[in-house]
């Protein structure tokens, strides 16, 4: 299924700030559900479908965790 050209990519991106990959990749899901539940025949996922997405979407990831990840050290070399 395309994208629309409606769609925002930067805006999407601003909108996922402290999600991880998985979480943006099941938004992208959901938005893809959205757009089927209007229609099986439907093209393209629409802004209204990542934005219904994103209304129910909740990031996991804590502050804490990436600070963590950006801390992380191992025989003194940083990892990321």
Do not use: Q
């Amino acid at each position: 299924m395309s994208i629309s050209t409606d769609v925002d990519l930067d805006h999407f991106a601003e909108a996922t700030e402290g999600f991880s990959g998985a979480e943006v990749v099941n938004i992208c899901d959901e938005a893809i559900h959205y757009a089927m539940r209007e229609s099986f025949l439907i093209e393209a996922v629409y802004t209204r479908h990542f934005e219904a997405a994103l209304d129910n979407a909740v990031p996991r990831i804590t502050t804490e965790m990436c600070e963590a990840y950006e801390n992380w050290f191992v025989a003194g070399v940083k990892k990321i």
